[in-house]
């Protein structure tokens, strides 16, 4: 569904992201993860349009869409969600999320039902409350609304799990679950590994502004690149020893 | 049409106004009914220029400071279509909006596609009203810095009435008007759309928001009803020049309006245009009481104390102050404000 193919992002000598290819198939969870720096939500903007890659193309259903900008993506049913979230603080939540919704119901009626819709999925009540009212949580599943109200067929989550703790992490997985199921693509940045491991069925790993590793969740995480560029050079040799000592 | 019950209920009460002026006049609150009239006018034209700048800058948040660009642009469409080309002045009236508008697309285009946000798009309002204002004091089609003088015609196909109690109504009719656009711009698509650009402008991006497209249809709809206030001061004062027209008062009263009454609110506007030029006459008449002479300028140093109380106290204009009593939100007298 989504191609990224050689895609590289430089800022002045700064190389964020570098030739980086990968692919997620319809229907899947793709999961992208690495080390702080490494350059995921830079590949994010490039391929939601807020960037324009410095060299390689983003094709999406087979159709370039290399720095297409952000609404017109939105029209063609792409996503996302912001890691650090951008509510409409001075709309209610119901508003909020309505604003999505109005990209594919031009009447308020069916916008403000869409978006009801839409926050019962990801478990949202009490919607006629200011959105800066909201917890953390609270924060991420309006983020996660707003973005499936404009019905997308593929969504892009940035670390929607960050920040929350374990109770709160383990209440929206099922909902992410669920988006899935209901026939959106998901490409997912996340740091949370529980979540990565029971959600994805294809990660790949970015560090550096490269992409070192890919695979099933079980088997990036034996890989010794994957370790040593989360724990520093030698690391997996040094773990594996310890492993065999102990 | 719950929504729009409330708003219906202020416009009743203002057209039922003319029934207290002789109430007022007793009272010795106006010298006579003329006074009040002339006073509430000018009120409500200052609130259809700030009507039209709360679209842009109230909803939209994009704070303009040279909403005089449009209403001198109005208000010399509605003199010289009538003075040099014989156009009747129901007939310019519209004619002055749709220029008004033009203005209001082409400084919104030029400002939007470079990008500008907050205080570097108030500058260049600011310099195109100045432009504006510079260029109407030197063409001769403008009469220059001599003004233009629409004759006095007595009439109803000339948009001029003998009692100011018809214009009163002319002018309520427009504000009116553009309370129920108002209100249903609230609850339509393009209002969401609006409030979430000024909210958050990469957000709203990301759910298929075309920014560009939002800010000029609202800039241009802005600038054709601060156009029609100019028009309408045409026709109540038959004189403008540049100063008046163009002049950076207008672009003030227009945002400070809102900005007192209540930021990106229906009622703001008005609210707010009755609390400055009500203080502000108030004010000079008391003045005149107790030195026996005009102080001028007197009404500005009100707007001034006005304002700063206003920020320091209630951010969210004096509606913002009415929401906190539980009477006002009950009834929801001042409906809800669109954002913020």
């Known amino acids: 569904m989504l191609d990224v193919r050689s895609v590289t992002k430089r800022f002045g000598g700064l190389v964020a992201v570098s030739d980086v290819s990968l692919t997620v198939p319809e229907g899947s969870i793709t999961g992208l993860i690495g080390p702080n720096g490494a350059g995921k939500t830079t590949l994010f903007t490039l391929i939601s349009g807020f960037q324009v890659p410095t060299a390689g193309e983003v094709l999406f259903r087979g159709e370039d869409i290399t720095g297409r900008a952000p609404e017109r993506l939105a029209v063609m049913g792409i996503a996302r969600t912001f890691q650090i979230v951008q509510p409409f603080a001075g709309l209610s939540v119901a508003e909020n999320i309505a604003v999505g919704a109005y990209l594919r119901h031009a009447g308020r009626a069916e916008a403000m039902a869409r978006a009801e819709a839409v926050a019962a999925m990801v478990g949202l009540a009490d919607l006629d409350r200011p959105a800066s009212s909201l917890t953390v949580a609270g924060r991420k599943r309006l983020e996660l609304a707003r973005a499936l109200a404009t019905e997308p067929q593929l969504l892009l989550l940035d670390e929607v799990l960050a920040g929350l703790n374990p109770s709160e992490i383990r209440d929206i997985i099922p909902v992410i679950r669920a988006i899935r199921d209901a026939g959106v693509t998901i490409l997912m940045i996340e740091h949370v590994m529980q979540a990565v491991m029971s959600l994805c069925e294809h990660v790949h790993v970015l560090a550096n502004g490269r992409l070192i590793a890919a695979g099933t969740p079980a088997e990036v995480v034996g890989n010794p690149a994957v370790v040593e560029a989360y724990l520093g050079h030698g690391a997996a040799g040094r773990l594996q020893k310890g492993a065999a000592n102990g | ?340």
């Open chain 2, 1 to 340: 049409m719950k929504a729009y019950r409330s708003l219906l209920v202020v416009i009743a009460a203002l057209a039922a106004l003319p029934l207290a002026v002789p109430l007022l006049v007793g009272a010795g609150l106006f010298a006579g009914p003329n006074t009040f009239y002339n006073l509430m006018i000018f009120i409500l034209i200052i609130t259809l220029a700030a009507q039209g700048w709360n679209i842009a800058g109230g909803y939209g948040g994009q704070f303009s400071f040279g909403h005089a660009a449009f209403f001198g642009t109005g208000a010399y469409v509605q003199a010289v279509l009538q003075t040099r080309y014989g156009v009747n002045a129901w007939v310019a009236l519209p004619l002055a909006a749709l220029l008004g508008g033009l203005v209001g697309a082409a400084i919104g285009t030029l400002a939007f596609r470079a990008r500008l946000r907050g205080s570097y798009f108030a500058l260049v309002t600011l310099a195109f009203a100045e432009v504006f204002r510079i260029l109407a004091n030197a063409t001769p089609i403008t009469g220059g810095a001599a003004g233009t003088l629409v004759p006095l015609k007595i009439g109803l196909g000339q948009m001029q009435f003998a009692s100011s109690t018809t214009f009163f109504y002319l002018a309520l009719t427009f504000v009116a008007a553009v309370l129920l656009l108002n209100r249903a711009l609230e609850r339509s698509r393009f209002g969401a759309w609006l409030v979430a650009v000024r909210e958050n402008e990469d957000a709203a991006r990301a759910l298929g928001v075309d920014t560009l497209k939002v800010k000029l249809k609202a800039i241009t709809l802005s600038a054709a009803i601060t156009a029609v206030a100019g028009a309408l001061y045409t026709q109540k004062f038959l004189y403008i020049d540049a100063n008046i027209a163009y002049g950076a008062w207008i672009s003030v009263e227009a945002l400070l309006a809102p900005i007192v009454g209540g930021i990106g609110t229906v009622l703001g506007p008005f609210i707010g245009a009755v609390a400055l030029i009500g203080l502000g006459e108030a004010a000079k008449t008391a003045i005149h009481a107790v030195f026996g002479s005009a102080v001028p300028g007197v009404d500005l140093v009100v707007y001034g104390v006005l304002l700063i109380v206003v920020i320091a106290f209630a951010p969210r204009g004096l509606l913002g102050l009415f929401g906190k009593f539980d009477l006002f939100a009950r009834f929801g007298i001042f409906g809800k404000r669109g954002g913020r």
